[in-house]
């Protein structure tokens, strides 16, 4: 158990949807990121917070867009789902942004678009 | 961003010491070699990192060349749990701390 929790574990929706995920880092940590794994593409860096402010983007799509609260869970927004947006989303935390940190990732959310 | 190069499988007999190599030519200075596996579908769980020198924990040994342009993950005692992807990674510097994962290493610890 990695410490990082994420809910929910299944989601199941249909195109055009829009759905939240949400992700508890690790107490004390300050960085979440957000990482897409689909069957074609691996696992994709989305988006980092750091205490409440994005610090770094990779390939998230516009359609896409997360927020870290100042509690530090983060939430990952989908809108406008497509059927390539089925995929296993993880979220990741680490304690604070220095060189070398270790990052822990939870179980993930499966998200199957139909 | 540093890549890395790792065979895509590879086979371990079960209480063998399983070594998995990564190559990273174009590694910077300041940045770091992590490893990750990945066990199904479960999240990445972290094995080890290094800089230069070589590191050792309850898990695995970490070795780095003097050039640091390759590391090999050691596995001292492999079991069937051991079944995994492996993924070597290097952080890029100054663009955050986020991983740029590769497609890793599936490795098979056969009984």
């Known amino acids: 158990d990695s410490g990082v929790t994420q809910t929910p574990k299944h989601l199941i929706t249909a195109t055009g949807q829009r759905v939240t995920l949400r992700c508890s880092p690790r107490s004390g940590d300050l960085s979440v990121y957000w990482y897409q794994q689909s069957l074609d593409q691996g696992l994709q860096f989305l988006i980092q917070?750091?205490?409440?402010?994005?610090?770094a983007k990779g390939n998230i799509l516009e359609r896409f867009s997360a927020q870290q609260f100042p509690d530090l869970h983060s939430e990952l927004n989908l809108s406008s789902l497509e059927l390539g947006d089925s995929a296993l989303y993880f979220c990741?935390?680490?304690?604070?942004?220095?060189?070398?940190?270790?990052?822990?990732f939870g179980p993930g959310t499966r998200l199957t678009v139909l | 961003d540093a890549k890395t190069t790792q065979p895509p499988s590879m086979d371990c007999a079960e209480g063998r010491a399983a070594n998995l190599p990564c190559n990273h030519s174009t590694i910077s200075g300041n940045e770091y070699v992590y490893w990750y596996r990945q066990i199904h579908s479960q999240g990445p769980q972290y094995i080890i990192h290094?800089?230069?020198n070589n590191e050792t924990n309850e898990m695995a040994s970490l070795i780095i060349t003097e050039d640091r342009k390759s590391s090999t993950l050691i596995l001292p005692h492999a079991t069937l749990r051991d079944t995994a992807v492996y993924y070597c990674i290097v952080r890029v510097a100054n663009t955050g701390n986020q991983f740029y994962f590769g497609t890793g290493t599936s490795l098979t610890v056969i009984p």
């Open positions: 917070y750091y205490n409440g402010e994005e610090r």
């Open positions: 290094g800089l230069k």
């Open positions: 990741a935390s680490s304690a604070r942004d220095p060189v070398g940190n270790e990052q822990f």
